[in-house]
């Protein structure tokens, strides 16, 4: 069971926040906008800082009934917004950001039972919105990110809303309980609920590359690699890392490509080696729809309209022993 009497570690830089306890370290970045270094036992799981994601790769069907060319500035949001405002909370109580020179204030020994980050990004939109992502970590580790998106009635419908996380190095695989094979919020019928393993980061080899891998409805997912970018860490024991859900089950997605790299390939052979892991939790998806691909929508039910706000909330598990 968690020591769920731990504390954490705070340690106020002069641009970041650190925290640390039993097995994890985490640097929050309030210059680049988002949790910097995510390390369990040494581990380093990010490559870049988690950001917000409007954008999945288009598909025929998307090309067919114009959808990437009304809902294109979705794609510009998702390579361009940026983080307009950070937001500190120590055990629930918020605290004027702790950038030099406030941070002298604070000593190398500070501790808390939760601290809570939270970063505003702003859309490279017109008209513009927000997107509000908070970490809250505990003694254990454990981050519950919760996710606000703030709809705005004139701008078009989303393609997706999620958080992506770039992981160093490319996974050996993933196991998720949910339901089996791709499925998407229109293609759930024939998903069976259980455990899957999936070896590799499987890409589905479509003449033209486009959007793939969408797994919904989970509890639970856990990544496994086995390399790192760290020449002194000579280790090549497999080592995890895992999402659960909170109140409500995740979507998600675990590919080797950004949804930019298959939107820029217009062959299979024209995608990047594979270097990466890119897992993408989902608060909201958009059907692939099917009917034809010669113009025809998806149906109203599985579409995304940007009017309305949407909340999505997972946790990602702390170090285990």
């Avoid at 486009?210 to 509890?219: A, D, I, L, V």
């Avoid at 940007?306 to 909330?313: G, I």
Wanted: with cysteine; aromatic share 10%.
């Amino acid at each position: 069971m968690a020591n769920t009497t731990a504390k954490v570690n705070v340690v106020y830089g002069d641009g970041t926040l650190g925290l640390n306890g039993s097995g994890f370290q985490y640097i929050f970045s309030y210059e680049r906008g988002g949790l910097e270094s995510l390390k369990h036992h040494g581990k380093e799981w990010l490559y870049r800082v988690p950001k917000p994601t409007f954008w999945r790769a288009t598909t025929d069907n998307d090309r067919g009934n114009h959808f990437s060319e009304t809902s294109a500035m979705w794609l510009g949001a998702d390579l361009f917004s940026t983080c307009t405002k950070v937001e500190v909370a120590v055990d629930d109580q918020p605290i004027p950001l702790p950038i030099a020179p406030v941070n002298n204030q604070y000593t190398d020994h500070e501790q808390a039972n939760s601290v809570t980050v939270t970063f505003t990004y702003t859309t490279a939109t017109q008209p513009q919105t927000t997107m509000t992502v908070s970490y809250r970590v505990d003694g254990t580790g454990t981050i519950v990110v919760h996710a606000h998106f703030t709809g705005q009635d004139r701008l078009p419908a989303l393609p997706a809303l999620g958080l992506r996380v770039i992981m160093p190095t490319a996974a050996q695989g993933f196991q998720y309980q949910g339901l089996s094979g791709e499925t998407y919020p229109d293609r759930l019928a024939g998903g069976q609920p259980g455990t899957y393993d999936v070896t590799g980061l499987p890409v589905t080899p479509y003449l033209v590359p486009q959007e793939c891998g969408m797994h919904m409805t989970n509890s639970q997912v856990t990544v496994t690699r086995t390399t790192t970018l760290n020449n002194a860490d000579p280790d090549d024991d497999p080592f995890t890392l895992t999402v659960q859900q909170t109140s409500q089950p995740f979507n998600f997605s675990c590919l080797p490509y950004t949804a930019e790299e298959l939107e820029n390939a217009t062959h299979i052979e024209e995608l990047p080696p594979l270097r990466r892991t890119v897992l993408t939790v989902f608060g909201a998806v958009r059907g692939v729809g099917g009917i034809d691909s010669w113009g025809a929508d998806i149906e109203p039910q599985y579409r995304l309209p940007a009017d309305r706000d949407y909340d999505f909330e997972f946790e990602i598990m702390g170090p285990k022993d």
